[in-house]
């Protein structure tokens, strides 16, 4: 008996996770996840500069992750939405290999925006008005009878570039031609999404459902534009810090109540249990939620500022979800403090940028407390890490405040360099604002 228990606990301190994917969000799961007592060994396929045990396998070479997860006896978590909407975890679970995340039917709630405004105008979640058009002449003539400024989405995945908020008609008529016409997402662009236009601010509600039950993460907001005051094209995030100070209460339950549960049951109704993340970009508006898209994995730069803040386990909610099993869970604790995170981006992105740029200064900034770097774009080469990608870094630091947190984010930022690269520098602004800190 003895030895049978020496075994079984040997077995649960022994746990190997692999992530899949190669962001700061990745980086920041891995992190998080190898403080658990339990986990033994991260591996990454692919990983970046900042990670260890990388294996080059691409997010979607389900084959080739099935083979390491086996191989290794690895429990799974999936980062991006690429692999999900190609059906990884149904090909994990045939294989009845652990794997966390959605399946490929619940992931149409992010794969599809028709799909998702569907989804909500069938079950009563609040979102924006909206039309669908197949016929590029057919969406101009719908956008000319309303009153501007109007958004197009494309339908499909478009690497949260896909939303083109359009001012004028002519703003109008060249984003229809450069989504349906010129296919500038593929064929992400074949059906579109006409929406009405909705002022407020943006928070990101996040959380980890089981097909039956949801528990959430605390509230973040994202910098989705590339310049600051929220100026320029979409990028995948610039930065988000976490908690956001105008999510009242109230709100908080009403998005919970009305918004996330009211999601995960409308899903399973409909067959598609959502296992895995659950995230609702919400825009408030007059202190009313209303959902701009779903997405089914964690957010990116979301998930840094969360996880520096998250003081419970990650590893057994992660685990509960792919077992059905969250009931068993305490809500998760948090930091009572700000988390703040601020990407550093290559020259030129959100648009074309060059590579191989050499970058200094990370081992002083290492030597900070409260302070992470998270490499998203890097890869080593040599004695060196250099640049690879258009999201570059992810310096996120632990404060005592928002205030805080942003003076400490912005030291560190200050001793990091590279040529050409970029940030915003107003990153938890709005916080400030609404604080009356700014
Ligand atoms: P989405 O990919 O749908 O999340 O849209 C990307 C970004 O475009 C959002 O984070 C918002 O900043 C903006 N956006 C999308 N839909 C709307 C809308 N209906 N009204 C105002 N801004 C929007
Ligand atoms: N930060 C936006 C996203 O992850 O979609």
């Known amino acids: 008996l003895k030895i049978s228990i020496i075994r079984s606990e040997l077995l649960v301190m022994n746990k190997r996770v692999l992530v899949v994917g190669s962001g700061g969000r990745e980086h920041a799961l891995g992190w998080k996840l190898n403080q658990s007592p339990n986990v033994e060994k991260i591996l990454y396929a692919p990983g970046n500069g900042g990670t260890e045990n990388n294996r080059s396998i691409k997010p979607t070479d389900i084959d080739g992750l099935l083979k390491v997860a086996e191989h290794e006896n690895c429990f799974t978590v999936v980062g991006p939405e690429v692999p999900l909407g190609e059906g990884i975890v149904d090909r994990f679970q045939e294989k009845e290999l652990p794997i966390f995340g959605p399946d490929k039917q619940a992931s149409q709630l992010e794969l599809s925006k028709v799909f998702s405004k569907k989804f909500m105008q069938n079950h009563g979640i609040s979102t924006a008005n909206f039309r669908v058009f197949q016929n590029p002449d057919d969406a101009l003539e719908y956008i000319k009878s309303k009153e501007l400024p109007m958004v197009i989405k494309a339908d499909g995945l478009a690497a949260g570039k896909g939303a083109i908020i359009c001012r004028t008609l002519d703003e109008a008529r060249i984003a229809i031609d450069r989504v349906m016409i010129k296919q500038e997402f593929g064929s992400a662009g074949n059906r579109v999404i006409v929406e009405d236009f909705l002022h407020g601010f943006e928070v990101s509600f996040i959380g980890i459902a089981d097909g039956i039950n949801f528990i959430p993460f605390a509230t973040s907001q994202d910098h989705k534009q590339v310049y600051d005051g929220d100026l320029g ?70 998930t840094q500022p969360q996880l520096f803040r998250m003081k419970s386990d990650l590893l057994p909610y992660l685990e509960a979800s792919a077992d059905g099993n969250l009931q068993s869970l305490d809500p998760i604790k948090w930091e009572s403090g700000s988390a703040v995170c601020v990407v550093m981006a290559s020259g030129g992105y959100p648009n074309a940028y060059e590579s191989g740029k050499v970058i200094h200064g990370l081992n002083d900034v290492m030597k900070m407390k409260d302070i992470m770097v998270f490499h998203a774009g890097t890869e080593k080469q040599g004695e060196n890490i250099v640049t690879s990608g258009g999201r570059v870094l992810s310096i996120t630091a632990l404060g005592r405040d928002t205030q805080d947190a942003v003076d400490r984010v912005y030291k560190a930022l200050k001793l990091i360099r590279f040529e050409g690269a970029h940030h915003r520098k107003d990153i938890g602004n709005q916080a400030l604002d609404y604080l009356g800190e700014l």
């Open 233 to 302: 094209a979409n990028t995948g995030g610039m930065g988000a810090y976490s908690p956001v100070p105008m999510v009242s209460e109230e709100l908080y339950e009403m998005i919970l109540n009305k918004i996330m549960k009211k999601t995960v049951n409308g899903m399973r109704q409909e067959g598609r249990a959502i296992k895995g993340v659950l995230y609702a970009g919400i825009m408030i508006c007059n202190n009313v939620p209303y959902v701009l898209e779903f997405n089914c994995r964690f957010g990116d730069p979301e």
